[in-house]
Structures are given as C-alpha cells and as structure tokens.
C-alpha cells in the first residue's frame, strides 16, 4: 500500500500535486479490533494521517482499502455504509457482498467466490468426478463459497458425500472428527473451502495419524501459500488462485530498508530482529545479540524478500490505484491534454463513491474496473503442487480460468498435472463405476444420485451411452444385438427353399406329383385292362390331373411371398383342390348310378353320362373359380411384414386380405368333401368285387380328418409354421387321395392281373 501510494505521488498523471496520504491498521483478524477501527474511521477521531504539508485535507477518510476477511469486510461495510465512504477489499470474497442492497459502498479488486464456486464445479466436473466430499471454515466465507459451490456442483451432476465445517477456534475434538470423516470417507476427491488458518489445523491433525491422502481442491485462500506447501501429504493438490503479477519497483523498495525506517516501524522493528535474530535500540540493552547495521535484507530468504509471487499484493496494488483513480476524476480536470488538480477543491467521499463505480484504467498491463456489483473481471490460475527436482513442493501454474469468455471456453489447462501421491494420472472418485453401455443407471434406493447400479436394458431397447439415465426402443425393424448397445435390423424369416423345412416339403410335393403322373402313366398304359375301364377313365384321369396340381401349388407356398405368389398360392389351392373334390364326386355318383341302373326298369345312366360327369365337375369348378375371383378383386391376399408374432424377427408371410374370401375357399372344399363323403358313405356296402365307393369313404374321411385338423393347427402355429402346417395339409390330402383310390387299382395291374378281368370284376358272390 505505501509503495502504491509514493508511486501515485510521484506521479505526474495521477492526482499532480496532489499528495495522498494513508493510516493502516492491523485488525489482527479480529472481529472487536476491526469493528472498532471503523468507528474510528467513520466518526473522523483521528486529526490526522500525516503530519506537516503533505496532506492536503486532514483527518478526512475518502475511502478504506480493507478488510482481507468477508466476516469483518461485512461487518465493516454495514458501518460506513451509511456514510457512504468506499470500502476497496483486496481479499474478501463472499458473494453475498456482491448485493448492493446490503453493502452499497463495497468494491474489491478480488473476484467474487460465486465465480470461483462455479470454477471449482468445473474442474471437479472436467475430471470426472462424481462423489466428492466437501469441507469449510464456518465463516460467513466458507458458508457462503461452499452454498455457491454445491448449488453449482448439482447442476453439473456432482455428488457430496459429506460437508463438514469447523473453525479454528472450535475444540480439538471438532476437529478430530471432520478428521477422521475424511480418513473413513469413500470419496477420493476433497474440496475446501477454508481460511488458511483453519486448514492449517486440520492439516496437522490429519498428519498425527497418517492415511492415504486424498486428492485435495483448494481455493485461492490457502492452495497459493507457500506456508501450506510443508504438508507434503498434500503433494498433488490443485485448486484457483488469483494470478500471479508483476509490479516493478516492488523489490528495490521493499529491500530499500534504513535503520532509521526500521526503528521508526513497530511492524518492521519486529520483523527485522526476527529474521536476524538480534535487537534494535534500547531493547537490546539486556541482549547478547544486538544489531550491529551489517545485517543485509538482500542476503536473507523469506516471503518478505520474495516477489516471484505477488497475488494478493496486487489486488492490494489495484485497490489503492483505483482509488486514486476515483479521486482524479473527482477533483481534475483535462484541458488541452493538461491535466490540472485544484488540491484546495473540497470533495465528499460521496463523490469518490460514484467516481468509484466508473474507474476503467490500466496499471502494468492489469486491467482495473467494477461491475454493477462492485466485483472485478474474475480471473483465475490454476495451480498443481508438485515435487520439484529438489525434492520439496512447490506451486506450478497449470492452467487458466477467464468468467468473461464465452461459456465452454473459460477453462484452459496448458500443463501436465501431477496427482496425490505424484501419481500421474487423474484419479477416479466415483460413488459407483459407470454404467456400460447397454445398461441403464437405477439410484440406489436413499442414496444421491450418484450412487446408482447398472441395469440391463429390456428387451427390445438399447443404450448406445456410458452411465446412460434411460434405454430407448429400436425402430419396428431392428432389435437389439448380445450386448445391447446396438440396434441390428431383424433378421427376415419365411419358409425358404434353402431351408431343411422346405426341402423336405418341396421334395414330398415334387414327390407326390411324380408319383401321380407314375400313376397317370400305369393308367394310360392299361387304359382298355377292365379295371380303368370300370371306374370312369375320363375322370379317373382328370382326377390325377388335379392330383399333380395339387402336389404342385404348395411349392407356391414357398419362398419369400411377393404381390402375385400371395393372390397365385391361395387361388391355385382352392381351384385345384375343388377339381380334385368335383372329381372324386362325380366318380362317387357315378358308383351309385351304375349300381341303381342294375336294378329292373331303372335306367337312369342316361341322366349321369359322360357329358353330365363333364357338367358337373366344370360347374362346382366354376364355382369356386367365381369366389376366388371375388376375392382377388374386392381384397386379395397382399405380402406384409409380421412384426408382432416375434419380437426379434420379422416374418414375410402373405395377409388374407379378405378372411371371408379364405374361409369361404376352404369352405366350399369342405362342402363338397362332406358331400362326397356322405355319399361315398351311402355306396360303401353296393355289392362288388372291387367296389370303389370303400376307397372313396376311406380317402374322404382322411381328407376331412387332415382338414379339421388344420383349422386349429394353423390358427396356432406362429410365423412360418403356419404357411409349412398349410403345405402339410395340402400334401396330407393329396397323398390320402391318391394312395386311397388309386394304390390298390396300381397293386391289381401290376402285381395281381389276374384279378384284372370282367370276371372277376362281376363276380358279386366275393365280396
């Protein structure tokens, strides 16, 4: 401060002719010692600063640069307030004396701790750590900075697992606990937020009973001291301090020491006997070592000496300039860039209060100016404590903190860290390990929010995140792979001829058609032997006609369904199987017919001859030709994509379109196959040695126990399964058919033609 003051009255831009003058106090960090200065101040009991011509207006207090603590800084400005003297802080920081409500005559060349909480927030919060645990002085600074750094610590998602404060004048066992707290406590990170007497008596009850250290965050009260770097447990820690400075002069000045300057002193007699171990004057009367004036301040090491580390020096520096400043503007006057000051102008420290507000200047390349709140541009360095070659700790500069950049930009770190312990690498302190992705985080049930256990997604949803809130569904078409970090599209699932399941119902209906034309061709090669003849070639052929269309159209039924196999697979069914039915129908009438036309006076023959048989199968044909035409003009069957029968597949299959249409398909075959069954049924005991009414009624009833059969299976059966029961039905029947009516006629002509003769087909007395 005095060194400030001699610079700006030598000066000859800043107050010329003006000299200022200053008294300090030392409040000893006491609130009663504090308290009553200010009164001193305010109510003017002092007559004067200096003696003689130097002081243009004496015993008058324009202003007060103090205090270095917010308790007292608070007290003070409630004081002076009212009378509206400014009150410059070099180092009080509680942001409750940004309100200028309360303190409206407050400034300070310190950023406010509100920026600093937010700072540390982000420091925690870059390091990832989640689960901290936090302690403060119980001081209107550590109260106030620690309720502003875990306001901004829960925006950023971070978690305290305790807040402990003390004070140094608390009992030791106070102390002893919030001690072993940390001792016991799972939270590798520690924030203080504490004076630096305070910690310093933590500390050295924590050094009592040595522990793994903790990974320490300090504030610019303590972590810059050179003081605090004697606790090598420390070692590592890291934390904001205010920027390190240069002010010229300062050196040659403070080494500048007369004995006369010093005896003049109390505070400089006291520091130089200390640091030279002897007495100055009349108190070295009765000691052996007295002060000879060879002692040389520039020989001695110690923080006096020391300016490579001027932090709160400058904020002192920058306090007294901005209100010389303030003065300036209150009492000169700029013309033709001369600058003049009447020293005689009388002036209110109302008027340096207002010209305060404005101060905007530049001393040494620092910036110098107050917001709305009395509060600086808040800048900030990071500093590590790190072991230097020598073996002792010392405070490296790591990186920078500006509030004025834009958001996301303040923070800059330019240097490698070291860690607690000189571990190089950034330690973890996390309540629970982050959760993979694939997993969600669940809060353990009265535990913060931090403290989570990883669960895995549900079925059908993903997490493509570390320490995800939420799983999310995949798309309709995609599901989730092993590990539920990805969505895979679903694979596609039809009744595929590369399959063994289509295979083998492809093989039986290649099969079944091969075997019925081996049929149609025993047939036509004994087409005149008497037992084709004797049961109706002609339809006998057709038969095996609509037989191989049969086995044919389940092979439609396979493969990936497109627009025209979905309407070709359903239609070609119901036809075929319709012919099919038309002709066992007409073979069964015909059986009857001929049995009744046997009969005396009955020639009835006539009504049921070939053009008749014709008739009969092209009109129930016709029939069935007339629904599905129906069907595929008013809602046919159209390929769709099954997405609700398997969660994890998509199943290709062919929709009905119209189930009216389908039933009414299967419907009319069932009509005619009861019909046909009913009337097989009624032919069954006809007297004949080879009485095809038995065959018919034994191949009807496996035809129509196939088919009630189904209706169940494929109403039960998912995805595939369903086209694969409807091939086997179709094959079942087809093959019921054929093996029913037409393997006994084969077995006769091939391995029994003996039997193949009218005799032996008219013979009624075998039965």
């Known amino acids: 401060m005095i060194f400030a003051i001699e610079e700006i009255n030598n000066s000859t831009e800043l107050l010329p002719g003006i000299k200022l003058g200053c008294q300090i106090y030392d409040s000893c960090a006491s609130m009663p010692v504090a308290v009553h200065v200010t009164f001193q101040l305010s109510s003017g009991l002092d007559p004067v600063f200096y003696t003689g011509d130097n002081c243009s207006q004496s015993g008058t207090v324009m202003a007060i640069v103090g205090e270095s603590g917010s308790t007292r800084s608070i007290s003070m400005s409630h004081i002076i307030g009212p009378f509206n003297i400014p009150q410059v802080s070099y180092f009080a920081t509680c942001a409750c004396l940004s309100d200028k409500q309360q303190y409206p005559s407050f400034f300070r060349t310190i950023p406010s701790d509100q920026f600093q909480a937010d700072a540390l927030a982000k420091l925690v919060k870059h390091f990832g750590w989640t689960w901290i645990g936090a302690i403060r002085s119980d001081s209107d600074y550590g109260n106030n900075g620690m309720a502003s750094f875990l306001d901004a610590a829960h925006k950023e998602g971070i978690c305290v697992e305790y807040s402990e404060s003390f004070y140094r004048t608390h009992p030791r066992s106070r102390i002893q606990r919030v001690a072993d707290i940390i001792r016991r406590s799972t939270a590798v990170v520690v924030v203080a937020f504490t004076a630096l007497g305070d910690l310093r008596i933590l500390l050295e009850e924590l050094s009592l009973k040595p522990s793994p250290p903790p990974q320490w965050i300090g504030t610019e009260s303590w972590v810059t001291d050179s003081d605090m770097l004697r606790f090598s447990f420390c070692a590592g820690a890291i934390g904001f301090g205010i920027e390190k400075s240069v002010i010229p002069g300062l050196r040659d000045f403070l080494l500048d020491l007369s004995p006369s300057k010093v005896a003049a002193s109390p505070v400089l007699t006291e520091f130089w006997e200390e640091e030279f171990n002897c007495r100055l004057g009349q108190r070295s009367a009765t000691e052996i070592n007295v002060c000879d004036g060879t002692e040389d301040i520039e020989t001695i090491q110690s923080p006096y000496t020391d300016t490579?580390?001027?932090?709160?020096?400058?904020?002192?520096?920058?306090?007294?300039?901005?209100?010389?400043?303030?003065?300036?503007?209150?009492?000169?006057?700029?013309?033709?860039?001369?600058?003049?000051?009447?020293?005689?102008?009388?002036?209110?420290?109302?008027?340096?209060?207002?010209?305060?507000?404005?101060?905007?200047?530049?001393?040494?390349?620092?910036?110098?100016?107050?917001?709305?709140?009395?509060?600086?541009?808040?800048?900030?360095?990071?500093?590590?404590?790190?072991?230097?070659?020598?073996?002792?700790?010392?405070?490296?500069?790591?990186?920078?903190?500006?509030?004025?950049?834009?958001?996301?930009?303040?923070?800059?770190?330019?240097r490698n860290l070291t860690w607690m312990e000189g571990g190089t690498q950034?330690?973890?302190?996390?309540?629970?390990?982050?959760?993979?992705?694939?997993?969600?985080?669940?809060?353990?049930?009265?535990?913060?929010?931090?403290?989570?256990?990883?669960?895995?997604?549900?079925?059908?949803?993903?997490?493509?995140?570390?320490?995800?809130?939420?799983?999310?569904?995949?798309?309709?078409?995609?599901?989730?792979n092993a590990k539920r970090d990805t969505c895979l599209p679903k694979p596609v699932e039809f009744l595929s001829f590369n399959e063994s399941l289509g295979i083998i119902l492809a093989a039986f209906s290649v099969g079944g058609a091969c075997l019925t034309i081996m049929t149609a061709a025993v047939f036509h090669r004994h087409r005149t032997s008497p037992i084709v003849r004797a049961n109706n070639s002609e339809l006998s052929f057709l038969l095996l006609f609509s037989l191989t269309l049969c086995f044919l159209c389940s092979l439609t039924f396979i493969g990936a369904p497109s627009e025209w196999s979905c309407m070709l697979r359903h239609t070609t069914f119901g036809i075929t199987f319709?012919?099919?039915?038309?002709?066992?129908?007409?073979?069964?009438?015909?059986?009857?017919?001929?049995?009744?036309?046997?009969?005396?006076?009955?020639?009835?023959?006539?009504?049921?001859?070939?053009?008749?048989?014709?008739?009969?199968?092209?009109?129930?044909?016709?029939?069935?030709?007339?629904?599905?035409?129906?069907?595929?003009?008013?809602?046919?069957?159209?390929?769709?994509?099954?997405?609700?029968?398997?969660?994890?597949?998509?199943?290709?299959?062919?929709?009905?379109?119209?189930?009216?249409?389908?039933?009414?398909?299967?419907?009319?075959?069932?009509?005619?196959?009861?019909?046909?069954?009913?009337?097989?049924?009624?032919?069954?005991?006809?007297?004949?040695?080879?009485?095809?009414?038995?065959?018919?009624?034994?191949?009807?009833?496996?035809?129509?126990?196939?088919?009630?059969?189904?209706?169940?299976?494929?109403?039960?059966?998912?995805?595939?399964?369903?086209?694969?029961?409807?091939?086997?039905?179709?094959?079942?029947?087809?093959?019921?058919?054929?093996?029913?009516?037409?393997?006994?006629?084969?077995?006769?002509?091939?391995?029994?033609?003996?039997?193949?003769?009218?005799?032996?087909?008219?013979?009624?007395?075998?039965?």
């Open 426 to 480: 950034v330690p973890l302190s996390v309540c629970s390990d982050s959760c993979p992705a694939g997993t969600r985080k669940v809060v353990q049930k009265g535990k913060p929010i931090c403290c989570y256990d990883c669960i895995l997604c549900p079925e059908g949803e993903i997490s493509n995140a570390t320490d995800s809130p939420e799983c999310f569904p995949c798309s309709k078409e995609f599901w989730p």
């Open 578 to 767: 319709v012919l099919c039915m038309s002709c066992v129908l007409g073979k069964t009438i015909v059986v009857l017919m001929a049995f009744k036309a046997t009969l005396p006076g009955r020639n009835v023959m006539k009504w049921f001859g070939p053009p008749q048989q014709r008739l009969t199968v092209v009109s129930f044909t016709s029939i069935q030709v007339v629904i599905c035409t129906l069907w595929l003009v008013l809602s046919p069957p159209f390929p769709i994509k099954n997405l609700t029968t398997y969660k994890e597949r998509i199943i290709l299959e062919c929709a009905l379109g119209s189930a009216i249409g389908f039933w009414a398909v299967l419907g009319y075959i069932g009509l005619l196959a009861v019909f046909c069954f009913v009337l097989a049924v009624l032919a069954r005991k006809l007297p004949d040695n080879f009485n095809e009414a038995k065959l018919i009624t034994f191949s009807m009833l496996i035809f129509c126990a196939v088919w009630v059969t189904f209706i169940p299976a494929y109403v039960s059966s998912p995805g595939k399964f369903t086209v694969a029961v409807e091939i086997f039905a179709i094959l079942a029947s087809s093959f019921g058919l054929i093996l029913c009516i037409f393997a006994p006629k084969c077995f006769i002509i091939l391995f029994k033609p003996e039997k193949n003769t009218k005799k032996h087909l008219m013979n009624k007395s075998q039965f």
């Open 308 to 414: 490579s580390q001027l932090r709160i020096t400058n904020m002192v520096y920058k306090a007294v300039y901005a209100i010389a400043h303030a003065i300036h503007n209150a009492m000169c006057q700029e013309t033709q860039s001369i600058t003049q000051c009447d020293k005689f102008t009388s002036i209110k420290s109302k008027q340096v209060l207002t010209q305060l507000k404005k101060v905007k200047f530049s001393q040494n390349g620092y910036d110098v100016s107050f917001d709305a709140n009395g509060d600086p541009v808040a800048t900030y360095e990071l500093v590590n404590w790190q072991q230097s070659e020598s073996g002792s700790i010392e405070v490296v500069t790591v990186g920078h903190y500006d509030a004025s950049l834009p958001v996301g930009q303040e923070f800059h770190i330019n």
